[in-house]
């Protein structure tokens, strides 16, 4: 059964107990949120998730609970930032923070940031992404590490757009450390200590990091399955570039293929190509 079925079913029965408490409102959305998330995620038809995006304004509107659009705002931007669509994603993002009041505790103000944040930096607007770095750093939260980690992601995503990859890369694995420190699961730390890494000419630094991503390569998660092999595709690609191996060569191909499998289906589900372009330019590069 997949992850999204089990959720439904699970969401069903929520709302058979909502009809019953009229106290339960809040915790049915928030399962109509999550199941945005997961749709968005995994991902199914383009189609499909923009009915469960109606469902979840309808609700909220429905409920008188107009200060939970912000949450649903946030999700839409992850699904336009997933269809390649940067410069919808920032508006949505830009239009999640304005509405953002406070009232939904899992979404605390520094995901609104890091949603806005996260399209600045895929557009590569770096003097706005700076301006948004110092609010971040002024932010008053409770989310200490939250705010840590995100700081050490920004600082090296800055990095990058000002052509520095090894200064970026020393922040990743500041960030990877306080990860690991505190017990989180690491995702979003790999992907930037492999990027930064490549980045930075050294791939030979990241073997023991790709290890411990390889694990999502069976993701139910589409865009983790896709990004993973995209990693190891061009971790091998920059080995070839430096010693010119055949078998490196060989390795990056056959993973940029994979990837580029995977990515064809999630563009076909998301009615984009970006994901194909993408690895198409990739391809391209090694000749």
């Known amino acids: 059964m997949s992850l ?37 995620d995994i991902p199914i038809e383009y189609g499909k998730i923009q009915r469960i995006i109606r469902e979840c304004y309808d609700f909220v509107r429905q409920n008188g609970m107009s200060g939970s659009e912000s949450m649903i705002l946030l999700n839409e931007s992850f699904l336009s930032r997933y269809r390649y669509n940067y410069e919808r994603a920032l508006s949505l993002s830009m239009e999640g923070f304005a509405k953002y009041n406070g009232s939904a505790a899992k979404y605390t103000k520094i995901s609104h940031y890091n949603d806005v944040m996260s399209n600045l930096t895929a557009l590569k607007r770096l003097a706005e992404l700076k301006e948004w770095f110092v609010k971040l ?3 008053d939260t409770s989310f200490a590490v939250s705010k840590q980690l995100h700081t050490l992601h920004y600082q090296a995503e800055i990095a990058l757009l000002e ?30 200590i492999i990027r930064t890494g490549i980045a930075a000419g050294e791939p030979d630094s990241l073997p023991e990091h790709l290890i411990a991503i390889a694990r999502l390569r069976n993701s139910e998660d589409g865009h983790c399955r896709y990004t993973v092999q995209k990693l190891f595709g061009e971790y091998y690609a920059a080995r070839y ?18 990837a580029l499998k995977i ?10 190509d970006g994901r194909q372009k993408e690895i198409a330019e990739l391809l391209g590069e090694l000749g």
Do not use: W
């Open 263 to 272: 990515g064809t289906q999630i563009d076909r589900l998301l009615e984009c």
């Open 4 to 40: 999204l079925r089990r959720y439904r079913e699970a969401l069903a029965e929520l709302f058979s107990l909502s009809q019953m408490k009229s106290t339960l409102p809040k915790f049915h959305f928030s399962g109509l949120n999550k199941q945005l998330s997961i749709a968005s």
């Open 241 to 258: 570039k430096r010693g010119r191996r055949a078998s490196d060569l060989s390795a990056a191909r056959r993973c940029l293929l994979r």
């Open 137 to 139: 750093q002024n932010l």
């Open 163 to 192: 052509g520095n990859p090894k200064a970026a890369h020393e922040f990743a694995v500041r960030r990877l450390r306080r990860d690991r420190e505190t017990g989180g699961d690491c995702y979003s730390s790999l992907r930037l």
